[in-house]
């Protein structure tokens, strides 16, 4: 991973995507650590339920085109329980800077991607896995919208196909 092309700053953008249920969060978080990376989620930036869609192209403005630039990273975070724009965040740039979540690795991050991985496993585990979380009755009425719109990003950019790096469990 730290061969993965640099931007113009020297810095690293490592995408981790897959579907709501693939395992995502437990890679990045191990990816993050093991390369001492800031790890960032996507969903941080997802204007609400219905947000989806333009959650890569907010990331692309805030996080991945000021470290390209190897400027400080700024976006609106999305307050889930309000259902409404959140405080500001920033972090400075890192040598690498890892970005988890549905989306990471669309087609308009590209451009500032250094490595796309794509986590995946077999669509009734993700849903076994999704019923079992803490959250599940939040999610759940979102589900059937969430996952369509997932999987158009994840066509649409052809983002598994594009992967660096594939991690399938099974």
């Not at 640099?6 to 093991?34: H, I, Q, Y």
């Not at 690795?105 to 490595?115: D, E, F, I, K, N």
Request: hydrophobic share 40%; proline share 10%; with cysteine.
């Amino acid at each position: 991973m730290r061969s993965a092309p640099a931007g113009p700053a020297g810095n690293r953008l490592v995408t981790v995507d897959g579907f709501s249920g693939a395992g995502k969060t437990t890679r990045s978080g191990e990816l993050a650590r093991e390369l001492g990376a800031p790890l960032l989620e996507i969903e941080d930036l997802c204007p609400g339920w219905a947000g989806l869609p333009r959650a890569p192209e907010l990331a692309r403005h805030g996080i991945g085109e000021p470290l390209a630039a190897g400027r400080t990273l700024r976006w609106t975070s999305w307050d889930w329980e309000r259902d409404r724009p959140g405080p500001e965040r920033e972090q400075p740039p890192a040598a690498v800077v890892v970005l988890e979540g549905c989306g990471a690795g669309a087609a308009p991050l590209a451009p500032v991607t250094s490595l796309v991985v794509w986590v995946d496993v077999p669509a009734d585990v993700r849903e076994e896995r999704l019923r079992a979380r803490p959250d599940w009755p939040l999610y759940r009425p979102h589900r059937d919208g969430w996952r369509r719109a997932e999987e158009e990003l994840a066509a649409d950019g052809r983002t598994r196909e594009r992967a660096g790096l594939l991690l399938v469990d099974h």
